[in-house]
């Protein structure tokens, strides 16, 4: 069992280790040029299942356009802290993803350095800050820069929205602001936030704020492709919300887009966020990126490549209940996790995929709990129905190799 620091150190560094050793994690492509569909590694040309471009607009012609232009306009790098002084192109990404996502959006250099940026910024000393214990590891980070001058920062159980309101009840007689930072999409087990119970709490406590870690869920869902939190979270909670999205997976670029619900909010981040006053910002080739993608997901192009998204999440989940294959979560989300048990069994399957022609990526601790690793596959538009039939099917096979092997 894990109780101390220097026990998680030695179990993290132990798990990491073993798949490094093993061949299932830490590779390195070994491609002259990539399509998107496949990777190469150890010699061998895989189906690449671990990449979180789930649209595919790495390699859209309009995203790939967008950065040659930038580059040749401005350059490969402006070094400067935005602090100083802003690249050209950021003045027009900013304004696109502001009425892409109906609200004012601050870019930042990644979505953990956006949560480093606003967090400190946002949690005052009077305030609280109740984190989901799934919430990704990158705003506990950011919380505990928090926790440095506010002693109430606390975790509750995740989505158990009865501990969550006990909490809140708990806590507002003395604290002015509670803030609950969570996940819009979990990116292990690929549930989404139960944003219609988080609406109803909302209405019932107007001292409760929200911050949202959207990053898994931009681009692929929602209008234009704005995301589930924005999408699933009514007036009254977004007035009181701060969204947090990536750049760098769905939507085919790279950074992270921090939307809140009024200029102020975003002004003071700006100002005091310590990454948007001492870090490099996202250079000139990628706000390419940035632009470009934007004006997909705000004409007509982006419909397509999610409905055709949704068609592969459809079949894959379909095919998976079909083999009963035991998945971690039955959403309709390009992110499946289908839990093995074992760490050891976990690396025995990966690898059998890794043989017959199958990059698929690791779900273990600390991550998810020690006794429910799994195997972490993504779904993207560069594949194909029959890529997710036969991939759903060698899944199959390897669970049941290793299970035979473990009798």
Known sequence: MVTTHSQRIAAVENVIDNAVRLGVFRDSAQDDRLDGRTVT?????????????YLGLEMHQDVKQGVIEAAERYGALFSASRSYLSSPLYAEAEDLLSSLFERPTLIAPTTTLGHISALPALVAEQDALILDRQAHNSIHVAASLVRDYNSSVSTVDHSDMAKLEARIEELSPSRERIWYALDGLYSMDADFAPFEEINQLMRRHPHLWLYVDDAHSVSWSGKRGRGHALEKLDAEAL??????????????????????????????????GGPMLFSGQVQPPMLGAVVASARLHLSDAIRPLQDKLFGLIELFNKRAVEYNLPLSSDTAAPIRCV???SVDMTYRAIRELRD???LVGLAAFPAVPMDRSGIRVTLTCHQSEEDVE???????????????GAN
Do not use: H, W
């Open 41 to 53: 590694v150890e010699g061998k040309s895989l189906l690449n299942c671990e990449s979180c471009s």
């Open 239 to 272: 007035s009181r919300s701060v969204v947090a999205m990536s750049l760098g997976k769905a939507f085919g670029a790279v950074g992270g887009a921090l939307t809140f619900p009024d200029g102020d909010m975003l002004r003071r981040v700006f100002t005091l």
């Open 339 to 341: 839990t093995v048990g």
């Open 356 to 358: 017959g022609g199958y």
């Open 390 to 404: 036969q991939l759903v099917s060698a899944i199959a096979e390897a669970l049941s190799t290793v299970r035979a």
